[in-house]
């Protein structure tokens, strides 16, 4: 237990289920860890139950006013001074063994991570794993570009080493940060993934009572949301290449495969089907979707769509 894991919590409003994320991380196998929590000035009783909880040393820093969750991680992320970094949610339970399993298994990779079972409000099994949920492939990775349409490494489910943190700031808007760090951590080494649930990973749930909006039926109507619906991934897609084309660990070959993606993009209004991007796509269609357990060749037709075509024919 040589290497020193740094536990980071980001909390917000999360006395309800606190107190049991904090006992699974005191009964920790591996016990050489720090744990750091920064408050996003909370409004219950967060702060007051991590004051008194003297079972574990908590390095506790208190925002003085609300960063929101991204800017928040990001801040507390800089603190850590561990070998290693473990990012943790307030509403979680890590089964005894995460982190002595993650360190043990990590050997010369930069990133590891495990999968999840989903649990209720009260902890109870809902006999599902977070892989299961989102019908996705967990993998392996050595290529940004598998976090590009999809992800399968959780923060929550993730310990990597500490020089990927020179490589991960700041957040991007458009990729979420836990892909953000597992697409840095796959280009300067390589993402590993454990077939093991090493959390119980609360899922909440949320009374829409008083606000249940009645379908829209009219076929004017649902073709325009389709329409809406495609310009806006098409949008979020080509900002996410830009925040890739930056990354500082970028890979030539991986650039290059970006680069070009970009171009195909940016000439979404003017077609109604590219069979040049279609083949590009096509060509690498096992890197660019290795994580989605959909038709990768029907999803690089569907990619290839311009908003022309998708304009007369929106629900291809």
Same mark, same amino acid.
């Given at each position: 237990?040589?290497?020193?894991?740094?536990?980071?919590?980001?909390?917000?409003?999360?006395?309800?289920?606190?107190?049991?994320?904090?006992?699974?991380?005191?009964?920790?196998?591996?016990?050489?860890?720090?744990?750091?929590?920064?408050?996003?000035? =909370? =409004?219950?009783?967060?702060?007051?139950?991590?004051?008194?909880?003297?079972?574990?040393?908590?390095?506790?820093?208190?925002?003085?006013?609300?960063?929101?969750?991204?800017?928040?991680?990001?801040?507390?992320?800089?603190?850590?001074?561990?070998?290693?970094?473990?990012?943790?949610?307030?509403?979680?339970?890590?089964?005894?063994?995460?982190?002595?399993?993650?360190?043990?298994?990590?050997?010369?990779?930069?990133?590891?991570?495990?999968?999840?079972?989903?649990?209720?409000?009260?902890?109870?099994?809902?006999?599902?794993?977070?892989?299961?949920?989102?019908?996705?492939?967990?993998?392996?990775?050595?290529?940004?570009?598998?976090?590009?349409?999809?992800?399968?490494?959780?923060?929550?489910?993730?310990?990597?080493?500490?020089?990927?943190?020179?490589?991960?700031?700041?957040?991007?808007?458009?990729?979420?940060?836990?892909?953000?760090?597992?697409?840095?951590?796959?280009?300067?080494?390589?993402?590993?993934?454990?077939?093991?649930?090493?959390?119980?990973?609360?899922?909440?749930?949320?009374?829409?009572?008083?606000?249940?909006?009645?379908?829209?039926?009219?076929?004017?109507?649902?073709?325009?949301?389709?329409?809406?619906?495609?310009?806006?991934?098409?949008?979020?897609?080509?900002?996410?290449?830009?925040?890739?084309?930056?990354?500082?660990?970028?890979?030539?070959?991986?650039?290059?495969?970006?680069?070009?993606?970009?171009?195909?993009?940016?000439?979404?209004?003017?077609?109604?089907?590219?069979?040049?991007?279609?083949?590009?796509?096509?060509?690498?269609?096992?890197?660019?979707?290795?994580?989605?357990?959909?038709?990768?060749?029907?999803?690089?037709?569907?990619?290839?769509?311009?908003?022309?075509?998708?304009?007369?024919?929106?629900?291809?």
């Amino acid at each position: 237990m040589s290497k020193l894991i740094s536990i980071c919590m980001a909390t917000y409003n999360g006395e309800k289920y606190l107190k049991e994320q904090l006992d699974s991380i005191k009964n920790q196998t591996y016990t050489n860890f720090e744990l750091i929590i920064q408050d996003d000035c =909370s =409004s219950d009783k967060t702060v007051e139950i991590l004051q008194n909880y003297d079972d574990i040393d908590i390095k506790l820093y208190q925002n003085e006013k609300n960063l929101g969750y991204i800017k928040n991680f990001e801040s507390l992320l800089k603190k850590s001074s561990g070998d290693y970094i473990a990012i943790c949610d307030q509403d979680d339970i890590w089964e005894g063994d995460k982190l002595e399993i993650l360190i043990n298994t990590i050997d010369k990779n930069t990133l590891i991570y495990s999968d999840s079972l989903l649990v209720d409000e009260n902890g109870n099994s809902l006999n599902k794993t977070l892989s299961q949920k989102l019908k996705n492939n967990f993998i392996n990775s050595n290529s940004a570009l598998n976090f590009l349409y999809d992800n399968s490494v959780s923060a929550h489910a993730m310990l990597f080493k500490k020089e990927l943190l020179d490589y991960i700031f700041p957040f991007p808007k458009t990729i979420y940060f836990d892909a953000w760090i597992a697409a840095n951590g796959a280009n300067l080494g390589l993402v590993k993934y454990v077939d093991k649930t090493l959390i119980r990973y609360r899922q909440h749930t949320t009374n829409t009572l008083g606000n249940v909006q009645k379908k829209d039926t009219k076929l004017t109507n649902k073709i325009q949301n389709k329409v809406q619906k495609k310009e806006q991934e098409v949008e979020n897609t080509l900002e996410k290449i830009k925040e890739m084309i930056n990354l500082k660990s970028i890979k030539k070959e991986d650039l290059e495969i970006l680069l070009k993606l970009q171009t195909y993009y940016e000439g979404f209004d003017k077609r109604y089907f590219s069979f040049e991007m279609f083949s590009f796509l096509n060509k690498y269609k096992n890197k660019l979707f290795s994580i989605t357990t959909k038709n990768r060749f029907s999803l690089c037709l569907k990619k290839s769509i311009g908003k022309k075509l998708y304009r007369v024919v929106p629900f291809l």
